[in-house]
């Protein structure tokens, strides 16, 4: 890990110095872990990051604004912290996205969950209307708009093609055999 470590994203605990050069992250909790991919975020000086493993768990650390990290409250994490599977419905990840103030994920059969600051409808969710500038979500949860709309098509292709969370919206791309979502 390199980078600004102000936030705890860089996930050294009590060492919260910038790293100018790579630098091996020694924790017990990825020492065994195949990471299959990094997402990182400034995010209104609020950095966080989310790694993903090969067997579709997700660790998250670094500043917890709004939920951003997706362990179900909003304390700053200085090392990585594992999403709990249940929060995913027990569906390996296979694609993560940190974002400013929000995150996104999404699960093996290509159901997209997001999480953190809900602010302006940013993460898909329709709860967001009834307090469109304090809504969040501490834990991920299905955007159940793209699930409607794919329906069974997205379970018998399994077409993600990409995942990715700007600094202000959560935009998906999802193929299916038929059509694209965007």
């Known amino acids: 890990m390199f980078g600004k470590g102000s936030d705890g994203a860089l996930g050294f605990g009590l060492d919260l110095s910038n790293k100018s050069e790579p630098t091996w992250l020694k924790c017990d909790a990825l020492i065994t872990a195949d990471v299959v991919d990094v997402s990182c975020s400034v995010g209104e ?7 993903l493993t090969s067997c579709g768990t ?9 939920g951003k990290l997706g362990v179900g409250d909003q304390e700053t994490r200085l090392t990585p912290s594992r999403i709990p599977a249940e929060y995913l419905d027990n569906q390996p990840v296979v694609a993560i996205s ?25 993460l898909g969710h329709p709860d967001f209307q009834a307090a469109p500038n304090s809504y969040h979500e501490t834990r991920p949860k299905e ?3 793209i699930t409607k709309i794919l329906g069974s098509t997205r ?7 990409s995942c990715d969370v700007g600094g202000t919206n959560f935009a998906t791309h999802i193929t299916t055999d038929q059509s694209t979502l965007s």
């Open 143 to 145: 955007v159940a708009a």
């Open 58 to 66: 997700v660790f998250a650390f670094g500043s917890n604004y709004n």
């Open 98 to 122: 940190a974002g400013g103030v929000h995150s996104g994920a999404i699960v093996a059969d290509g159901r997209v969950f997001t999480w953190g600051c809900g602010k302006d409808g940013r």
């Open 155 to 161: 379970r018998k292709s399994g077409g993600l093609v």
């Open 45 to 51: 000086h609020r950095g966080h990051t989310l790694v």
